[in-house]
């Protein structure tokens, strides 16, 4: 089984369910005609009601904006000046929901994801950390707000799923400043994956 997800994966309400779900997923790029692509094995969720979202409480600014539209584009922005963090959003517009990926299992086109990494052998860290999955996979900020059903990126269902119990829920990384919203346990990775971010 390999097939593009459809709209309707990312449309749902549930962001905590799109999360999980992603687990097992494939993201891929086609960038300058190569292709890339990794397992997903680590997701968190980010929803306007909780703090944490960068639209919490329905804020709109031009980075945000991107939030309100119906789920299935792509959300990229640049964290700390370094790194771009690629994430989907999900639900419907007007609901500001979107889940990041945080780590990937290399698949295709491994050759040019070490060589955009800088690395010169296979290690776990490859992809390992939002900002590595990224890098390896050739996202950057022209690659904001792009439909998931089209060519450039995408996420394939290859028929790979996994129980509760293969799963650890846990909060989220470096979100100190959303509260109590932040011991929300919306982070989501693989148990027996030596390829998620190792941040607890």
Known sequence: ???KLS???YTRE???????ELLGKVLCTKIDGVLTSGLIVETEAYSQREKACHA???KRTARTEIFYNDGGLSYVYLCYGIHYLFNVITNNADVADAVLIRALEPLDGIDTMLERRGMHKMEHRIAA??????RAMGIGKSHNGLDMTHREIWIEDRGISYK??????S???GVDYAGE????????????????????
Do not use: H
């Not at 950390?129 to 990224?134: F, I, K, L, Q, T």
């Not at 509760?164 to 829920?169: E, L, N, T, V």
């Open 56 to 58: 919490f409480g329905g």
């Open 181 to 200: 919203d932040a011991k929300l346990a919306w982070r989501y990775r693989l148990k027996e994956s030596p390829w998620t971010s190792k941040a607890k």
């Open 14 to 20: 549930d962001v905590t369910l799109v999360a999980r």
């Open 7 to 9: 709209k309707d994966f």
């Open 129 to 134: 950390g939002p900002g590595s999955v990224s």
């Open 164 to 169: 509760k119990a293969q799963i650890i829920a």
């Open 1 to 3: 089984m390999q097939a």
């Open 171 to 173: 909060p989220r990384v």
